[in-house]
Structure formats: C-alpha cells, structure tokens
C-alpha cells in the first residue's frame, strides 16, 4: 500500500485508560476486539466526554443493547478516527426492573438515534434523550422485540384513535406561514421507503424529521435465529442491497471468523477482495445514477447509462457467485469456489471491463461533473463540516468527501488490501458535488485494485488454490465471547457485533450500518436549504433503506 | 382564389376564406363564414392534436430511447406505432378520481384552459400550403397573450388539486412563466423591430427576402440567421416557457412528484398532458415563424406545411434531447436566470437590435 | 406478528379471510363480471364482445407503472426498466410518480407492519382497472423474512396480486415475463381486478351515494376501530 502514513494519534494504552476512567470502572469485560470498562448508569456522559477529549476517541462507532437474563446492557463501541484499530468498549449495565440509563446524545449527536433504536427494540430507556420515541417500529407497536419476555405471537391491535395518522391535516400551523410536507415514504426521491416529515418555509426547509423503519426487516433478529456456519451468510446480502453483497458478506465473515479464530488462505482473500471491489464499483454506479435521477429528472441519459455499466458488472459477478444481486458467495474460512472455468475467459472477461472504465467514466465526466449547470446545482449545497461529521458517525464517501481520511481498508487493514498499491481518495469540498466526485474516483482506486487482483489470480500456482480453510461443520464458539469488527462497504464502515453463548448460534448480532448514520446527518445538512438541495443531499448521502433501517 | 395558386404575403387568402370558396358556404352569409370558420379550426385544430398524439405516446419514448441506447415501444404494429391508440384509449377509459377536497369547478376547468389556451395559439399561425386560419394585425401579440392564459389553468391545477405537491408545483409554475413571459416577449419584439409590423404573414414574407444572394441559391433573412442571439434567448426563454429541462422545476418529478399535475388521472391527466404538448408544439410554431422563416424551405410551396412541421418537430426534438442530457435547475436559481439574465439579455438584445436597425435605415 | 394462530379474542369467526369473501359473493361464477348492460342484451352480442375484447387488448398492451421502490428488488426492476432489459418494448416502461397516473404497480420487496397501510393508501389512490405484479418471495410469503416480528406475510394480505414473480430477487427476464404474462391475461379477458363496481351498490337500495357514504359513517363506532398490523386475519 503506498497511501503515506499519516500522523498516528499516540497509542492509549490499557493502562492509560484504566487510569482515565479510574474508579468510574466497575469491573472490566474486555472483548476480543478491545478493552471493555464496565460503569454505572450514570456516568455515561463523564466517561465518554474524558474518553473522547482527553484520550481522542472520536467516534462513536456503534451503540448495541442487549438484554442477559438479569441485566441490560448498552454497549458504547468507541473508536478513533485517526487510527480505528485503537478501541474501546464501555458498558453499561442497567437492572432488569428499571432500565435507565444516562443518555450519550451530549457527546455524541449520533447517540440520538442509536438510543432510541436500542430503546426501540430492546427496551433501555435513557435519561435526558432529547427525543426518546421509537425510531424503527409504529409508535403504537407494543412491546419490545429483542427483549427476553417479547411474545411475538401477541396481536398488535390498537384502537384507531391511538394510532396518529401522519397525513391527517392537523399539522397545519394556524399561526405560522409554514407548510407541512410528508415527503414519503412513497415517493421517487427517497430511494427506497424513507419518509422525511418537512416543514416548509416557502421553497426552504425549515426543519426536517427523517422518519425511518418502513424496511425494518429484523435483520438482527433473523441472523439470531441462524446457525453461524451458513444460515446467516445469506442475509447480509439484503442490508445494503444496491449489488454490496460481497462487501456485506465479508463484515460479517470477518466478525465471525475472528471470533471463531478461522484463518483465511491467501487465495481466497485475493477472490475475496477483487469481488469486495467489483461490488463498490456497481454500488458506486448506482449512486451516480440516482442521483443524477434527482438532480435532472428522470428518464436522462446518465442514469440509463450507468445502469448499462452496472449490467456489465453484474455479468462478471454472476460469472464469480452464480447470482446476479443476492451473492451467498462468501463462506467462513473463505469463499464457495473458485474462479469460474475456463478462467481465462473470466479473467479476460473482468480486464475487458476495466480496459472500457476509463472511457465510460470520462463520458460521465463530460455528461455529469463538467456539467455547468450540474456544478452550480451541486456546489455549495449539503454542507457537512467534518466535525459535525464525525460527531454524526459518519463514514465512507460522505466522510471522505468532508476531508476525513478514513478507510478500513488501509486503517484496520483486512483481506488483501494491504498488499495492493491504491489510494484512499479524499475531498476537502464537504458538499453533494465532492461526495459525486469521491465515488467516482473510488470507482478508479477499485478498478486499480481489480487489475491487481486478477495479476495475481491468473498467476497464482496451481496447486495452491486452497479457496476454504478447515471450518468444523458446527461452529460453537466459546459461550460469552464478545466481538465487535467492521469492515468498509459501499457505504462506509458496516460493523457487526457477536455475542456468542456457546450453542451454534449467536445471542446477539448488530448490524452498525453507516447509513444509518450517514442519514442522520441529513436534518443538520439540509436544514435552510431549498427542496431540491433536500433532494440532492439525500441523494448525495446515498442510503439504501435495507441497510438504514436492517 | 384558385386552389394551389402562389400566396403572396400581405394579400393572404385565409384558410376559412379558402373553405367558404371551395364548399360553397359563403353564400350563406355570417352562418355559413362562420361554419366554414369552424370548419377550418376543425382541420388545424386536428392536425395538432394529431401531432401530439403522435408525439406523447410514441415519439416521446422513442426518441428518449434513442437517447439512451434503449428500443422503447417496438411490439405494438409497425415501429410500436399502435401504442397511440392503445394509450389514449386506455387513459381515457381510467377511473377519473376527483379529490374530495378539491375546488370543483377550478380542478375541472383546469385542464381544459391549459389544452385549449395551446390550441388558440394555432389561429393565427401561418402553416404553409395556404393553412392560416386569422391573420390579424396583432398577430404575435396575440400568440403570446393566449399561451400566457396557460399559466392561469396551471396554477388553478396546481391550487385546487387540494394537494401540497400540486400546490408547490403551481406555484413555481407561475413564477416561472411570470419570469419568463418578458424575456419571451421582449426577444419576440426585436424581431417586430425589423418586420414592423405585428401581423404574422407579415414576418414570415420579409424572411422571406434572400439576405445574401450567390446567384445559384440565396440564404434567406431568417431572422436565426440575422440575430442569432436573440434566437438563442428565444429558444432558453422557451423552454422555461414549456417546462422542460432545463427549467423543468413545476413538475420535477423526483422533487415534487407530479408537480401541478400529480392529482389528475384519466380524461383531465391526457388534457394536461395533450397542453403541454400542444405547449412545446406552438412554441415551436412560434420559434419556426418569427425566427425560422415560418413554412419556407426548398420546393414548391405547396411542401410549406411539411417543412413548418419538420420545423416543429425540430424544436420538439431539442427539448427532448435537452430532457436527456441537461440538469435541472434549482427553483431560486430559475428566478435568477429570468430576472437578472434573461431579462437584461433580451432588453439589451432589443436596444441593440434597434440602434443598429436604425442605423441600416 | 405470525397470522399462524388466529386470534379468537378478537374475532369470533376463526374462518379465514377466503370464506368471507365467498359468502359476500355467493357461490359460481363472479356475477361482477357481467355488466348490466349485457344482462339487458341477453346472451353477449356481437358489439359488446368485439367492444371488450378492444378494451382488453388496449389495456393489455400498454400500462404505466408506478414508479414504486421498496427494497431489493426494485433494483432489479430499475434494470428491468433500464438499458439492456427495456420493459417499455412492452409498451411497458413509463414510471408514474403519481399513482393517479399508473395502471400497474409492481410489488418490489419486503413488506413490514410500518409499510403495509402506505402500501395500502398508495394502492387505493391508483384509478381503476388497476393491477399489481408482485415482485419476489417477500411479496408472495415475506420470503426470508417471513419470520421477523415487524414482516407482513406477502402482499397479498394487503391487496390483490395479479401476478406472482418469484425469485429472490427475481432477474430482469423473470419480471418482464411476469409483465408479459399479466398483459397477455388482461388480453384475454382472464384477468379482471378486484372492481366495487357501481351496481354492487345496489344492495343499499336506492340511496344516492352520499347519503350513503353518510350512512356507512354513521354506522362506524370510532371507539371500536381497530389498527392492526396482522392483515391475515382481517375480514
């Protein structure tokens, strides 16, 4: 890898944060991934404050709350952004009669909506949230679905006068000169069933309220009931389901592989990484296509073409896995076979791909980025300042389009990306036209690590193709163990938390999907900005709604 | 007046004139000049229709298709081109959905003041092959004057559709054509500088006049090829006029749904629809007869009416084309192109055009 | 959420939603089918059958969609709608924003409690003759899904499904074939979506619609509404 190192924050170590957090430390629970502190319920914000400003851990990467037979926990994984391989995690347990907790929403802005998803489907409540409603479930949903005692069999009936109905006109503001829009969850912006509730000040935003959870699939809840050795492969596939697939499959292969402590051949982490890309280059397609769908309406040529791209994509993808969008193609110790026969034709196929990319991007780069009236559209408009950036958890193009150099693929190096010569792209433009100008130049960095990949394929002996470790038939990873390991996807960084109890599947498995956070940043980018630059921002954010709501 | 005979400009006979004649009708005196009147509306009336039938439901897609590598319609008869019929049929056979809250007689008269301020616009276009059904002496006047009535029907749309998105997209309709209307206007009016005259035939015949004569072919004073600029502020002007990209922002899809438009189905979507057609078509009509020498071209004059509709169809074409490939542009930044670009361009255009008009004579 | 178990505390009747609508609509064949004015005519005379088969060809041969993404499936239905597939070779391939404006509204993906009566809304706000294509196993089932607390069990709990294209996500080809296959349905007269046609009316006796409308109103006690987010076991 040849990205230059940059200024490494000095390494907190253990101790230093035994000594940070002192007596605030009730015991430690340390996880195979970082060091766990476990505190009171009440020293949250203290804790997480002198973590972020005294040790530098900047990001909140993820918030999971689970419930054990005589506790509740919430989990805080925080990492740095500077250098994500330093962790920690701090618990926080809560009694089973009264599960209140401080709420982390002052530290970290993106604890708002993690608090009310773990207050959503767990049952956590946490004090001084600014706003602690349901984020994912009807608001007249009862009970809470991860929990212990939730019956799923009970009917879900409540009376009609209890259940708001969001397009009733009582949002009419006598007073004010407002308007009240629902933007969603059918309509053709919001790629996907996003629901945005705005109000209206003329043509300007005054105020929006992303309202999610319209593809709430119980992603978490379906990978519970799933045997760790093939029966979650399948689905994470559909979280971010814009043809990421491979992607996702490797934030969960690589969750459970070190978890399980399965070692991957080489071989298979070269197949690994080369599909990985081939997949955020469609993804990255898409995102192009879209958002030129929002910004010059649709039927254009731009979207029609890079959907044309994406189909060549998705041709030597189905060539690799056998499937067109839903891959199943990873398996835990490697992949499920080898490169198609004849390779050659394979290999072959893939180069002629990347001999064509340069033309089709600079074609886009006529049609789209040198466009005037695309410049003047886009510059300028969904300004996300770093800081607040990394406040929101933001990662991926959103976040290296804001200048943050951030990428788990060089950072917390997995796969073969270390042994690749690419380049982390960063924008310092932090609006909808630097966020463009990113993916479509990650697109070339991909294409650069395709073409090293298939070198290596199509030189790589014989005899030494092993594409799949040793993995016994059942997986029992030893009961309460803890892992929390991400990896970058299409959108930035996907993160998956096991819990395991000793049986064949895990206790709990969250899903950190960066839209998610990525999305939550929408209300403080597009606040005062006019409908379209709404539009243009939630386009250029690029969330896919599997993912933000799992 | 014989039929075929050459028309010259000034002394036009008139389509209803010609019909009276040639049925017989004038006779009949006031009844019978006026059903000969209704007649020939009838006759240009339906040619346009045509025209936009053709173009809405097929032409439209296969040119959109052609933009983008695609097919579109090609199962349906020869080329796809049966899809017109089973379309129109089939949206005029839909459910017509009125909302409950909706301004009754506003949201029913809406959609046949923005199809029919269109169709007036037609009257007093000089077509070709003797097609010409009023030449009054404020003819282009009178162009703009109805194909501004259109904003009117819009916004009644956009207003008593009792929808938020109808509203928006009403709204910005209004303050588009508002914005634009003067710049459309004021180009309109340079070329009257050098016409002198408001009466279209008029236009058309001193384009007419060769500009430069090479003996062996002559290029005409089209007024494109004489202020090219202002034919150029025209055609912006115009499309902003039509909505389409890059001023499509009253019914921006992906931003406002269906804009004015989003509550209507069946038989008031296709009036809606057929206007904005019918829209784009006069103002290719216009375009064509103040910039593009109206029905000339090589040939007999009795080919007038086909290189008029080649004409049409070329602007047609480039809002389409426009529609592929061309951003839309924000609603804050529309009103800025109107207001403090296109307005001060065409005012200059006019001044310039008539120092230098001044100067020649 | 599972509808495995009817709910006996809610509804006496733990017969399932099929014998409601048998017994609203008698045994034998649909009589909705037959318009009055075939009735008046006797057998089907030479006018009203060339009459219906044009209308059926016509709606059979041309259709806007609804532009309508859920989840992954709509991906594969924007590439069935895109460059290499072309649905509109069809006459197929228009995406409506406005459901006032589409006849066909393919399904594309997961239905959850949340979802479910937008769907519903949405649907009802498309004019009539009105048909849905079902895109994917979670239309037809909830597919992987199907055992998630918050996941509805197909579409059709919620709206009629004219044609089921399985597939998790079903390819481009399968959906145009699923389309193609609706139209050739509608062509011949097979296919005939759930219509309240007018005369179904007639059982409220003379009442003009209004006072009608006024009546069915009257009759509903807010206090025992109901919102429910299992539609299997709604009548």
Not at chain 3, 187 to 198: D, I, L, M, Q, Y
């Amino acid at each position: 890898m040849s990205t230059e190192l940059e200024p490494q924050t000095p390494e907190v170590t253990e101790n230093d944060l035994e000594a940070l957090i002192g007596d605030r430390a009730l015991r430690r629970d340390d996880h195979l991934n970082a060091p766990g502190f476990v505190i009171r319920p009440d020293d949250v914000q203290d804790v997480l404050f002198d973590l972020r400003d005294e040790a530098g851990f900047d990001h909140l990467s993820c918030l999971t709350a689970q419930q054990y037979e005589d506790r509740y926990e919430s989990i805080y994984h925080m990492k740095k952004y500077a250098d994500p391989t330093q962790e920690v995690s701090v618990v926080v347990p809560t009694s089973v009669d009264n599960p209140v907790s401080q709420s982390a929403e002052p530290v970290f802005r993106t604890a708002d909506w993690h608090e009310r998803e773990a207050f959503d489907l767990v049952g956590i409540d946490y004090e001084g949230h600014p706003d602690p409603r349901r984020i994912l479930l009807p608001e007249t949903w009862q009970g809470h679905p991860l929990s212990k005692d939730y019956d799923q069999e009970q009917p879900q009936v409540v009376t009609l006068a209890e259940h708001a109905n969001p397009i009733q006109p009582d949002h009419h503001d006598e007073e004010s000169d407002t308007m009240f829009l629902n933007i969603g969850p059918h309509h053709p912006a919001t790629h996907g069933v996003l629901h945005v509730k705005t109000v209206l000040d003329g043509e300007t935003v005054v105020d929006i309220d992303p309202d999610i959870g319209y593809l709430h699939r119980c992603e978490e809840q379906m990978c519970q009931q799933g045997t760790y050795r093939h029966q979650i492969m399948p689905y994470p596939d559909r979280w971010d389901y814009v043809s990421a697939g491979l992607l996702n499959e490797w934030a969960y292969a690589r969750a459970a592989e070190d978890l399980a402590d399965i070692e991957v051949p080489e071989y298979a982490q070269v197949i690994r990484t080369m599909g990985a890309e081939l997949c955020r280059i469609a993804s990255h397609f898409l995102a192009l296509g879209t958002f030129c769908l929002d910004v010059y309406g649709d039927f254009n040529a731009v979207f029609q073409y890079s959907f044309r791209d994406r189909e060549v994509v998705q041709d030597i993808l189905e060539d690799l896995t056998g499937q067109r969008l839903m891959f199943n193609y990873f398996r835990l110790g490697g992949v499920a076979w080898d490169l198609p026969e004849p390779r050659d034709e394979f290999i072959e196929k893939a180069r002629d791909f990347l001999d064509e990319l340069p033309a089709k991007i600079s074609e886009y780069n006529d049609l789209v980025t040198g466009n005037e009236i695309f410049q003047v559209r886009c510059n300028d408009t969904g300004v996300l300042e770093p800081d607040l950036a990394k406040s929101y958890g933001c990662t991926g193009p959103v976040a290296r389009a804001s200048g943050i150099d951030y990428d788990l693929r060089r950072d917390d190096p997995y796969g073969y990306y270390e042994n690749l010569d690419w380049d982390v792209i960063t924008r310092q433009g932090c609006d909808n036209y630097a966020r463009v100008l990113c993916r479509m130049e990650e697109v070339e960095e991909s294409a650069k690590i395709i073409e090293q990949c298939l070198d290596l394929l199509e030189d790589w002996p014989e005899d030494d193709r092993e594409i799949q470790a040793n993995v016994p038939r059942t997986l029992k990873p030893d009961p309460d163990t803890e892992i929390y390991r991400a990896v970058e996807g299409a959108k930035g960084e996907l993160g998956i938390y096991i819990r395991s109890d000793g049986t064949d599947k895990p206790a709990r498995f969250k899903i950190r999907s960066p839209c998610f956070h990525n999305l939550s940043s929408l209300e403080e980018i597009s606040e005062g900005d006019f409908i379209p630059d709404l539009i243009a921002s939630l386009g250029s954010l690029d969330i896919v709604l599997g993912e933000v709501d799992r | 007046m014989i039929e075929g005979t050459l028309i010259q400009a000034g002394d036009t006979v008139l389509l209803p004139e010609r019909i009276g004649d040639l049925t017989g009708l004038d006779q009949f005196g006031l009844a019978g000049e006026l059903l000969a009147a209704f007649l020939a509306a009838f006759i240009v009336g339906n040619l346009m229709l045509a025209m936009t039938g053709v173009a809405g439901p097929w032409a439209k897609r296969k040119i959109t298709a052609a933009f983008t590598d695609r097919i579109a319609v090609n199962r349906l008869g020869p080329a796809g081109l049966l899809i017109i019929v089973a379309d129109s049929v089939r949206l005029l056979s839909k459910e017509n959905i009125i909302p409950e809250n909706a301004d009754r007689p506003a949201y029913d008269l809406a959609p046949i003041v923005v199809a029919s301020s269109a169709l007036l616009g037609f009257a007093v276009i000089p077509m070709g092959s003797g097609i010409h059904l009023a030449d009054p002496e404020v003819g282009l006047v009178f162009v703009f004057a109805v194909a501004g009535i259109a904003s009117l029907g819009l916004v009644m749309a956009g207003y008593s559709s009792a929808n938020k998105y109808s509203m928006l997209g009403g709204l910005r309709a209004v303050a588009q054509n508002v914005a634009y209307e003067i710049p459309l206007v004021v180009t309109g009016m340079s070329v009257v500088i050098f016409t002198g005259s408001l009466q279209m035939s008029e236009i058309v015949a001193v384009q007419n006049q060769p500009l430069v004569d090479f003996g062996l072919f002559a290029i005409p004073a089209w007024f494109a090829i004489v202020n090219p600029f202002a034919f150029v502020l025209f055609l912006l002007a115009n499309f902003a006029e039509v909505g389409r990209n890059p001023f499509d922002t009253p019914e921006a899809p992906t931003e406002i749904v269906a804009g004015y438009q989003t509550e209507y189905s069946s038989v008031y979507f296709v009036l809606i629809y057929l206007g904005e057609f019918l829209h784009i078509f006069l103002g290719g009509a216009i375009i064509a007869t103040i910039f593009l020498g109206g029905p000339a071209g090589p040939g007999p004059e009795a080919l007038g009416i086909v290189w008029f509709i080649i004409k049409i169809w070329g602007v047609f074409l480039l809002t389409q084309w426009m529609r592929s490939a061309v951003p839309r542009v924000r609603v804050d930044q529309l009103i800025e192109i109107g207001w403090k670009g296109l307005l001060v361009l065409s005012f200059a255009n006019l001044i310039l055009t008539a120092i230098i008009v001044g100067i020649i004579q | 959420m599972s509808s495995d178990n009817p709910r006996q505390e809610i509804y006496d009747s733990t017969a399932p939603s099929t014998d409601t609508r048998e017994a609203r609509m008698g045994a034998g064949p649909d009589d909705r089918f037959n318009s009055k004015l075939r009735e008046a005519f006797g057998a089907s005379p030479f006018i009203l059958t060339k009459f219906d088969q044009f209308m059926n060809w016509v709606r059979g041969n041309s259709m806007f969609m609804l532009q309508f993404g859920i989840a992954c499936c709509s991906i594969e239905m924007i590439h069935t709608y895109a460059i290499k597939h072309d649905l509109d070779r069809f006459g197929a391939g228009v995406p409506r924003a406005s459901p006032r404006q589409a006849d066909v509204m393919i399904v594309p993906g997961t239905i959850v409690s949340k979802f479910g009566p937008r769907m519903k809304r949405v649907y009802d706000q498309m004019p009539e003759p009105k048909f849905v294509v079902g895109m994917g196993s979670c239309t037809i089932s909830g597919g992987p899904f199907q055992e998630g607390y918050n996941v509805v069990k197909g579409a059709e709990e919620i709206i009629p499904v004219d044609i089921h294209v399985p597939g998790c996500p079903p390819r481009p080809e399968a959906l145009i074939y699923g389309v193609a296959k609706l139209q050739e349905r509608i062509r011949n007269g097979e296919t005939s979506p759930v219509v309240v046609k007018p005369y179904e009316l007639e059982q409220f006796g003379d009442l003009p619609k209004d006072e009608l409308i006024q009546k069915l109103a009257d009759d509903i006690d807010e206090e025992d509404l109901v919102m429910r987010y299992n539609w299997a076991d709604s009548p």
